[in-house]
């Protein structure tokens, strides 16, 4: 029987106020994967990366079911999320199962 723990949080006001981000970067190894969250600007000569975040491929996975299911619930309440052209790498959240297996 697995059992219901709470976990207790410290945000700190330099972190509450968060990070921009409209870029972010994946790279993985065999234990670890990268994701680099940067901005890109007009005028800017480069995007700025402003916070890198490392976790195992486990975390990972749970990341991605998280967002998966965050976007099926904001999408239920708003409508689909467009994304205009044509994006390098994406999927149809609608073809995704939080479990892992396709439908």
Avoid at 24 to 41: G, K, P, Q, V, Y
């Amino acid at each position: 029987m697995e059992e219901n723990k709470q976990i207790q949080l410290d945000l700190k006001p330099e972190v509450a106020k968060g990070n921009y981000s409209n870029l972010a970067i994946i790279s993985h190894s065999h234990s670890e994967f990268i994701i680099d969250f940067a901005t890109m600007l007009p005028g800017l000569p480069k995007p700025e990366i402003g916070s890198r975040i490392l976790m195992t491929p486990e975390h990972a996975k749970r990341l991605l079911n998280a967002l998966a299911d965050n976007i099926g619930k904001y999408e239920s309440q708003f409508g689909p999320i467009e994304l205009p052209g044509s994006p390098k790498a994406t999927f149809n959240l609608s073809d995704f199962n939080p479990n892992g297996a396709k439908s």
